[in-house]
């Protein structure tokens, strides 16, 4: 049974940093892409990046590309999101999911199996 753990999530100001977490188990994590979406109040949940199995490569949706780098840890089966200069508008739940191959894309199609999900505030 794959099980997936967010973690890091918190309230910052605007401009601040954060990195989110998500421990992975039950599953050979280092076969699958992992991709992080989030969902803010009113909204449907949007992509926000995706990495490979190996971690050579990343892809991030617009809104987030240049401020959020998406990492893994394979020894670890843990997959991260370093969120910098964050804006109130980054404020969401934020998921990590499994990918259903080693490298995947942006539609919720593509993942298998959610975590419960982190809550990030931005305060402006």
């Known amino acids: 049974q794959v099980q997936l753990v967010e973690s890091g999530g918190g309230l910052v100001q605007a401009g601040g940093s954060l990195r989110l977490s998500c421990a992975a188990s039950g599953r050979t994590f280092s076969s699958y892409g992992m991709g992080w979406f989030r969902r803010a109040p009113g909204k449907e949940r949007e992509f926000v990046g995706t990495i490979s199995s190996s971690g050579g490569y990343t892809y991030y949706a617009d809104s987030v590309k240049g401020r959020f780098t998406i990492s893994r840890d394979n020894a670890y089966n843990t997959v991260y999101l370093q969120m910098n200069s964050l804006k109130p508008e980054d404020t969401a739940v934020y998921y990590c999911?499994?990918?259903?191959?080693?490298?995947?894309?942006?539609?919720?199609?593509?993942?298998?199996?959610w975590g419960q999900g982190t809550q990030v505030t931005v305060s402006s």
């Open positions: 999911a499994t990918g259903v191959r080693w490298i995947v894309g942006t539609g919720r199609e593509d993942y298998d199996h």
